[in-house]
């Protein structure tokens, strides 16, 4: 599996067979540019317009909302129920949470998860190898809870995604650093690149893979 970061919570998967899965693509008001792109499927975890701007994308795609059970050319995608803050929702309303089995590595994308789940839904989840988690609050868990939710789940990968950096326009939200500081004892890897490629075999155990966003022109 292939995963590039265009910002925000916008990644695009793309496994051995070619097939391309975006998640929740934003808005360019959001700071980032992510017209053009092809994809097989986009999920969008809400309908706020950093995460739903589905007009970038171009050819056609399946749009996925809510509790799906699918599969798109053999990638497997489930929607799980959430909220996007710790009242159940009476705030800022539903989130979805992604599953995505691509590539034998089992990929959990957040959205804009604004409570740490339960043991309950944690269970239901079932295991987790690359967990794509927001850290920077206001909106979203924090940093904190960020750790917090990676300790439950205990995925092999934790990517951070939706927080501050120097394209993004969003308001109130933290950078990167606190979250950083929070996961002493794991390996972190800083990668000057926005995408990696994983594989079963190069999982390793409790390790943080830090992407930098795709920039275009």
């Given amino acids: 599996m292939n995963i590039k970061w265009y910002g925000h919570s916008c990644f695009l998967l793309t496994s051995d067979r070619g097939i391309k899965i975006l998640t929740d693509p934003c808005d360019p008001k959001v700071g980032y540019n992510i017209s053009g792109i092809e994809a097989d499927a986009v999920t969008v975890s809400h309908t706020h317009f950093d995460h739903c701007f589905t007009d970038a994308l171009r050819g056609k795609y399946i749009r ?100 501050k950096t120097a394209d993004c326009t969003v308001d109130n939200i933290e950078g990167l650093s606190p979250f950083i500081s929070s996961v002493i004892g794991c390996k972190i890897h800083k990668l000057n690149q926005s995408e990696a490629t994983l594989t079963r075999e190069s999982l390793g155990d409790d390790r943080v893979l830090v992407l930098d966003y795709e920039k275009q022109a």
């Avoid at 949470?97 to 789940?117: Q, S, Y």
């Fill in 64 to 163: 996925l909302e809510g509790c799906v059970d699918t599969d798109v050319g053999g990638v497997k995608i489930k929607g799980f129920p959430s909220f996007h803050d710790e009242f159940e929702g009476e705030k800022r309303g539903q989130n979805t949470l992604f599953l995505i089995e691509i590539d034998g590595i089992r990929v959990l994308h957040c959205g804009d998860l604004g409570h740490v789940l339960s043991e309950e839904a944690a269970a239901e989840l079932g295991g987790i190898d690359v967990l794509l988690v927001p850290v920077g609050g206001y909106y979203t868990i924090d940093h904190a809870q960020a750790r917090q939710l990676a300790n439950l789940l205990k995925p092999s990968v934790v990517i951070p995604m939706h927080y």
